[in-house]
Structures are given as C-alpha cells and as structure tokens.
C-alpha cells in the first residue's frame, strides 16, 4: 500500500491533487469577471459553470464504468496532456468572446480535469487506511483551500497590470503544465488495480447503504455550498462594491475553507462526523443570513470567512466517510462515484442558481442553499433517531 510511500513521493501526489482541485476554483472565479465586463449574463454564468461540472461528471462516470482498467499511472499521464490541451484551446477562444465557443471550451475543460480528479483521488486513497482518514483528507483539504486563496488574488493582479481579461487565461496553463510534469514524477501502489469483475463492484457498492447515504450528503452539501463563491461576487456588485472587493471576499471565503476543515475534522475525530455536519449546516443557515442584510465591507469580510469554514469543511468528513465504506481494490470505483455525487450537486446548483438570479434576483440562490442546509439538518436527525447508520 501506498501508505509507506517516502515523503517526497506523497508531497507530489499532494501538489498534483492541490493543482487538479485548483482548477475547480481557478475557472469558476474567472466567471463573474466575465459577467462583470459584459461578456455574459448571470444566466449565462449558470449554464457555462454546470456545463463544466456536468463534464467533469462525465469523466468521473467514464473512470467509473470504462477506464478503471486503466493503471492510475496511465490515467494520470492521459489526463494531464488533455487538461493542458484543453487549457491552451480556453485561452484562444477568451479572445474570441464567442460565448457559445467559450462555453464548448469550458465543458472540453471540464472533462479532462475530472479525469485527472479521479485518478488522483483513487491515488490518495492507497496513501490512507480504513478508520483513520480524517486527518490526512483534512489536511489535504486545507492545503487545497490554501492554495485556492492565491487564485482571485492573481486574477485581480493581472487585471491590475493589463485590462486585457483574457490574459486571466493563461494562469490555468501555467496550472496544466505543472500537472503534466508531477504526473510522470509520483508513484503507484499495485493495488490500484481492479481484482474482480466491473459487474461485481458496481453490485457491491450499489447496496452498501453507508456508500449510499454517504453519497446522498455528499450531493445535497454540495449543492448547498460548493457554488456559492461563484455568485458572492455578483452579490457584492449589487451591493455597490467592485469586482476587485468581489476578488477580495472570493479569497476570504477560501480562507476560511482551511480553517473550517481543520476545526471540523479536530470535531470530528474527537466527537463523530455525524455532530460536524450539523454544525456545519446549522452555520451556513446562520451565516447566509447574515451575509444578505449586513453591510459593510470589513464585517463582510468576516461573515465570508465564516460562510467558507462552514461550507466546505464537510468535504474531508464526507469523502473519509465514503472510503469508510469501501474496500481498497474499490476505491478507483468508488472514488469516481464519489466525484459523480457532489459535483451533480454542483452542477445542479451551478445551472439553477444562475436561472434564480435571472427570475427573482440575486439574493435568491443564497435563500436555497439555506433550505437545503435545513433540510440535511432534518435528514441527520431523523437518520440518527432511527439508528441505522453509524454516522
């Protein structure tokens, strides 16, 4: 297993997974700066946005049923030339200001980079042991967020030096080629491979009910926080303040991502991820709240910050849960469900929250992710009155 893998080995495995995961964030800032030159529409911002999820689910749904054979090695090297490919396609057509071919590209983006999430999800996972993920997926997570800090920060310091938008492009190839050259560098355990037929694990993960609720969570958190970030721009621009103060509230929120997954991953080793993910849910409610009604840019910022840590430090908890319920030669499968599960919720969420600001303003996606946080509450305590997971 790759849990004995030297430190150097797991460090790149570590920065090819923040960089994969760096794409998710790096292509959703550069939609409001879009929106916020003219280019697009709030609606526009929706369908582009899920058009990308929605093709990265379909590279998790092709891990799932064709190209688990693969070695993680190969599925690694392919994924990265197709991510830095389709990275350098994105750049030209930013130039055009072709929407329709702006949204293609974006999808074509979408695809390779959830190849390469999936193989170095499977990856990461032979890094760990059942029972004790929690601290290493926390603290990859962190890691990620970290990193995500830097993204807006950058667009708005090229904005700054050129009014040329489409220059933000070429951050993500400067991005691809890293990933390309860490691909060919990392190890991989042998145990990757699949042991029995496809039939057979499809079987045996489709009736584990803990895979099953784990997935369940996953889909409906997502849905209720991991888009949240694309809008809080927008939603600061009806508020009266620039899209560089948008950046600045963006790189708030993924701040408070790593301080949120690190408190909440201590909560759930010390306590149960059961006790977390209410915590979690319940501050989302409190803080989206809050987010609509206050004012003030230093008291947003705050309120971001918050709105962050409890957004996403559920990620860690739910994908350690998920492994939980597997077995090694099942995590490349179960890995890719995995990704299927909480970025259909971001697609989901990415196409209907664009649609709620078209029909009934700016504030109406952050009002649904707020029933939704409320209806994972419910669902928590009724699955913990009947006992039938351990969560």
Known sequence: MMAQATKGEQAKAVALYTLSKGFLAYYFVLLPLLYERGLITTRQVG????????????????????????STKSLLKRSSWLVLATSIVLVWTARSGNVPLLAACYALTGLSVGLSISAVNALLASYTTKGNRYGLLANLSMISSLSRIVYPILVAVVLLASDNYYLTFIIGVLQALAILLLSSKVSVSSNLHLESS???????????????YVLSLEFLDSFASAQLFVFLPILFLSKGYSILNGFALQASVFFGYVVGTFILSKLSKKYSGYRSLMIAELGMVITILALLYL????????????LGGFAR????????????????????????????????????????????????????????????????IVLLINQRRRGA???
């Open 313 to 376: 430090g559920t990620s860690p908890i739910l994908k350690a849960m998920s492994f939980d319920n597997l077995e090694e030669r099942e995590y490349k499968k179960g890995g890719a469900m995995h990704v299927i599960a909480g970025d259909s919720g971001n697609a989901v969420a990415q196409l209907l929250f664009g649609l709620l600001i078209g029909w009934f303003g700016v504030k109406s996606p952050f009002f649904a992710s707020a029933v939704v946080c409320i209806f994972i």
């Open 389 to 391: 997971i351990h969560v």
């Open 47 to 70: 369908y582009i946005g899920a058009g990308f999820i929605m093709a990265l689910i379909a590279a998790a749904f092709l891990v799932a049923n064709r190209l688990h054979s693969l």
């Open 198 to 212: 496809d039939n057979e694990v499809k079987v045996k993960l489709l009736t584990k009910p803990g895979f099953r």
């Open 295 to 306: 004012r003030g840019l230093g008291l947003l910022l705050f309120v971001t910050f918050l």
